[in-house]
């Protein structure tokens, strides 16, 4: 902690607001006053030692308090020489207390006065260079529209995946089950899995009461543009609701709890890794979704303003805020992070994740940054071994293992 002129002046001031010492002859009267006022209560007091005691400790009292202001006057003199000495060498240079607590004096709390210029009073960190190509992995024309990125994004491939489980969830359905007025399943195409999908949009920028009235004809309720023919009729899109499904159900992990969202949530992350590669400064953080209903890994966290829903652990671009990897933590015990790092499977949990969400950008020089229920020595550790420098907040408890840290 350094200090300037201000400072040096207020201490001064400090100091010569102490009282000033005794002198000798002073000291000689006060204590002839109190061998006399013993004297005369002598008498009264010739069976009581208490007096006595009493008036010695005083006298020593009086005697060390001289002695003492006496000393701290001299200190005083020889420090304020030191600074003043010091000082006018050159006028850039401030003292400044900087306290360390070497590993053998740790317990006795000592400290050590350097002189240091202002603004290098910390250590350097010489980051090694990043040399990743950063931004987007795709071409576009030169022209691009909404819908060139909205195709590259979210490609066909998804919406096949997600037309072919909708598909084979509805013939398992009709095939054993005998329909009324003998209307049986037509399969949807990629294109009317567009439409639906784009509806549903629609729908949350347009809030009704019930998903019939968006068809309505009534003058109040009606929304013209449901009626053309590029959209879905009303039959048929609660149809595709009613078995709309995003993997094979005959396929499925049964200790998976997002078995059934599973093949559609790793296609979208491996799309997002694809599609772009991140800066340099890259962050780890959670994120609540809104959710209300019944789901057995819901979580509450009354910090968020979502306060209740499901709780996902991203990987950010620091600039841009762009996500570049995701997952969904559906409780403790449940989720396997980090399997391809065997290092790893020591960490805690916390600290797997973020392992798990960064394996594929190791040892190419990222900075991760992250708060306290993240970061870690350990994790600080290991991140320094794979090639990557780990940034971020850290617990109380963690300061005396960080100071460690720095030591070895």
């Known amino acids: 902690m350094s200090c300037n002129k201000q400072d040096i002046v207020k201490q001064q001031n400090e100091e010569d607001n102490y009282a000033n010492p005794l002198e000798d002859s002073d000291v000689d009267e006060i204590t002839e006053e109190m061998k006399l ?14 007096a006595i005691l009493q008036t010695n400790q005083m006298l020593q009292s009086l005697t060390h308090t001289n002695s003492s202001f006496t000393v701290h006057e001299k200190e005083l003199k020889e420090l304020r020489e030191e600074e003043s000495e010091e000082y006018s060498e050159d006028e850039n240079i401030y003292p400044s207390r900087i306290t360390t607590m070497e590993a053998e004096n740790a317990e006795k709390n000592e400290e050590k ?31 691009p529209t909404p819908s060139d990125f909205y195709k590259k994004m979210l490609p066909d491939s998804l919406f096949n995946l997600v037309t072919e489980c909708t598909n084979l969830r509805a013939r398992q359905h009709f095939d054993n089950v ?10 949807v195409s990629s294109n009317e899995m567009k439409k639906f999908f784009a509806m549903c949009i629609h729908m949350g920028m347009i809030r009704k009461r019930r998903i019939q009235d968006y068809w ?42 997002l078995k059934k969202l599973r093949p559609f949530l790793n296609m979208t992350q491996n799309l997002c890794i694809s599609m772009y590669t991140p800066r340099r400064s890259v962050a780890v953080d959670e994120t609540l979704l809104l959710y209300k209903g019944r789901i057995s890994f819901k979580q509450y966290n009354p910090r968020k303003r979502a306060r209740f829903g499901i709780k ?6 620091s600039i841009n805020g762009y996500l570049h990897n995701f997952e969904v933590y559906t409780g403790q015990g449940t989720n396997s992070w980090a399997e391809n790092f065997p290092d790893a499977q020591k960490l805690p949990v916390s600290e797997r994740i973020v392992v798990h969400l960064v394996g594929h950008i190791l040892n ?4 991760i940054y992250a708060d306290n229920w993240f970061t870690s020595v350990r994790l600080a550790r290991w991140m320094t071994k794979h090639g990557t420098t780990l940034t971020g907040t850290i617990k109380k408890i963690e300061v005396i293992c960080l100071y460690s ?3 070895a």
């Open 178 to 187: 005998i329909t009324q007025n003998n209307k049986s399943w037509c399969d």
């Open 113 to 143: 006065w350097t002189f240091v210029t202002p603004g290098t009073d910390y250590r350097p960190i010489c980051l090694p260079k990043f040399s990743e190509p950063s931004g987007p992995t795709f071409s576009l024309p030169t022209s």
């Open 312 to 317: 996902t652990i991203a990987l950010c671009d």
């Open 405 to 407: 840290f720095l030591l």
């Open 364 to 367: 190419k020089n990222y900075c």
């Open 37 to 50: 006022i013993c004297d005369v209560e002598s008498d009264e007091y010739s069976d009581d030692d208490d």
């Open 216 to 257: 309505s004809t009534n003058p109040l309720l009606v929304t013209p543009i449901f009626h053309s023919r590029n959209y879905l009729s009303r039959d048929r899109f609660l149809q595709i609701l009613r078995f709309l499904r995003f993997a094979d159900y005959g396929k499925m992990i049964d200790s998976d709890r």
